[in-house]
């Protein structure tokens, strides 16, 4: 762990919102932490309601993240990064597990932990997928066996995941891939994550999201997926989780794209998942800083440039661009096998994590 020092002309953080408010009527403050426990415990006439919308805001300190989200953290501020594998490292055994348990390839889920544990991650990420029951919520006994598993390993559980759908003109659609959304709060609640991964990504392949959309322009569409997650934000604030919005490639390519669709949902509940694998530019580290500030979660690729035989990711430059925007929380891994034949997805993923631990510690 290391100590960041005050340095000429840094920025401080100050109250404020991203972007324009969404009616008249409401604001999203955001306020430091010490002030606004001050104000919970000066206001006995907080109707419950309130309270428990306001109380999100804890949650945003607990997490480290920035009094103003598109400001750097004060200086001086204690640096604390810690290390995460996203479950989907291991799609390929995982979803052979689902559909044969006895395959010599099947991992479950409890061999996934004690891995992850083994391999000297502090946390899990558990991508929804790969509970038997997705796309619907699982039962409350298979939760907290999960959950007591990981707690039994010494393991952290940093988020979850599931698949939604948000650019189609299907309304139908788009309102099941909210619902889901809705019920995998749920389950991270249960799970004690705090944060779910989203798609603004079309997810019907081959298709793309102009195609889905039926043509609609970016704008229109741009505004069904921040209308979509604001009512989804809204929802997971009240139960103290946040909503992280992925880059894939699709409807997101740019930190530019990140960055001005979160402004248009313009909820503290809703930021950013920087996948750094899957920003479609020359220079991928420039976007991952545009969105690296409105971040609650990431997403470490192996390369930045989403192929195979590509330089490889450099941690250091990770590790700095998270510093600089003043995040602190969890930096997880994913390492996928890319069309390669006979890859090494364990000695993959354990040589990434000793890279990863390496720049945090410097």
């Known amino acids: 762990m290391s100590t960041r020092h005050p340095s000429p002309g840094a920025a401080t953080s100050h109250p404020g919102m991203i972007g324009p408010t969404p009616t008249p009527n409401r604001t999203f403050t955001l306020l430091p932490l010490l002030t ?24 945003l300190a607990a997490l480290g993240l920035s009094a103003r989200a598109a400001e750097p953290a004060p200086a001086g501020k204690i640096s604390r990064l810690r290390t995460s594998l996203n479950a989907y490292s291991f799609y ?44 619907k919520a699982p ?21 979850s995941g599931v698949k939604n759908e948000v650019t189609t003109a299907d309304q139908a659609l788009r309102v099941e891939g909210k619902q889901r959304i809705k019920d995998w709060v749920e389950v991270c609640v249960k799970l004690g994550a705090p944060v779910l991964r989203v798609f603004a990504d079309t997810n019907i392949p081959p298709h793309k999201w102009q195609v889905v959309s039926g043509g609609a322009s ?33 409807f997101l390519t ?31 580290y420039v976007d991952m800083a545009l969105a690296a500030p409105y971040a609650v979660n990431w997403q470490v690729k192996e390369t930045p440039f989403g192929k195979p035989n590509k330089p490889l990711t450099d941690m250091r430059k990770i590790v700095k661009i998270a510093r600089d925007a003043g995040y602190n929380g969890y930096l997880p891994i994913e390492s996928l096998p890319m069309g390669r034949k006979d890859y090494d997805t364990p000695g993959e993923l354990r040589r990434m994590l000793k890279e990863l631990k390496a720049a945090i510690a410097e």
């Open 36 to 59: 606004f426990a001050h104000c919970l415990c000066m206001s006995s006439a907080t109707p419950r309601r309130d309270f428990l919308k306001q109380s999100a805001w804890l949650s």
């Open 92 to 135: 390929v055994e995982l979803n052979q597990g689902l559909k044969d348990p006895k395959h010599p390839k099947a991992m479950t889920l409890s061999q996934l932990l004690n891995f992850t544990a083994e391999a000297g991650f502090d946390a899990i990420d558990l991508t929804g997928y790969f509970f038997a029951s997705y796309p």
């Open 139 to 159: 039962t409350d006994a298979e939760i907290f066996a999960i959950k007591h598993e990981a707690f039994r390993l010494g393991l952290e559980i940093s988020g």
């Open 218 to 250: 970016r704008d229109v569409v741009e505004g069904w997926i921040a209308d979509d997650f604001r009512e989804c934000a809204e929802f997971a604030a009240a139960r103290g989780i946040f909503i992280g919005v992925q880059n894939h490639g699709d």
């Open 254 to 284: 740019t930190g530019v794209e990140h960055v001005s669709l979160l402004k248009r949902v313009n909820h503290p509940n809703c930021r950013a998942i920087v996948d750094s694998g899957k920003y479609l530019t020359d220079d991928p």
